[in-house]
Antibody, heavy 120, light 108 residues
């Protein structure tokens, strides 16, 4: 059974930093592309960042470019999102999302999410 | 960026009714469209990909159709467990991958 378990969310002040983790199990993590997607009541679902299986390709949403860094540890089956210079508008539930195995790649499995709150 | 627009925002229906949800893309996305269901406090769950292919374990009462810029999710006979928010998402032109704003299916 595919499982994605996020952790690391919490309350942080504006300008602060937080690192989210996503522990993957039930599949060969190193074979799959991964994403972070966030959700707010105001903006709905927003894709945040993507990383290829081999680390060779990384993308960011314009809203987080230069502040967030995605990475992965294929030996430990872990996905990360380092979030710096956090703003109030980064407050959201953050989901770890796995792509499908074959092209075209759709968002197949989602973790349960972790809440990030940016507030003084 | 491809903008996805869903309609209506809210749909009030009774169990057993047939439900049709719409999703429009701001430019052609071929058939690279997915639908997700989300219940309160839960993560989105993949229902359909490739416009019309049901994901593993999804009941046959869910069906998708369309191509290009106009897409539809149909629930043939709404069950109590189907009351939820439904999102469409395009994966033809990326990054970014983009979502519609959602349609809430509520009890009439």
């Amino acid at each position: 059974e595919v499982q994605l378990v996020e952790s690391g969310g919490g309350l942080v002040q504006p300008g602060g930093s937080l690192r989210l983790s996503c522990a993957a199990s039930g599949f060969t993590f190193s074979n799959y592309e991964m994403n972070w997607v966030r959700q707010t009541p105001e903006k709905g679902l927003e894709w945040v960042s993507y990383i290829s299986d081999s680390f060779s390709t990384i993308y960011y949403a314009d809203s987080v470019k230069g502040r967030f860094t995605i990475s992965r540890d294929n030996a430990k089956n872990l996905l990360y999102l380092q979030m710096n210079s956090l703003r109030a508008e980064d407050t959201a539930v953050y989901y770890c999302v796995r792509h499908s195995r074959s092209y075209p790649f759709y968002f197949e499995y989602w973790g349960q999410g972790t809440l990030v709150t940016v507030s003084p | 960026e491809v903008v996805m627009t869903q309609s209506p925002a809210t749909l009030s229906v009774s169990p057993g009714e047939r439900v049709t949800l719409s999703c429009r893309a701001s430019q052609s996305i071929s058939n690279y469209l997915a639908w997700f269901q989300q219940k309160p406090g839960r993560a989105p769950r993949l229902l359909i990909y490739g416009t019309s292919t049901r994901a593993t374990g999804i009941p046959a009462r869910f069906s998708g159709s369309g191509s290009g810029t106009e897409f539809t999710l149909t629930i043939s006979s709404l069950q109590s467990e189907d009351f939820a928010v439904y999102y469409c998402q395009q994966y033809n032109n990326w990054p970014p991958w983009t979502f519609g704003q959602g349609t809430k299916v509520e009890v009439k």
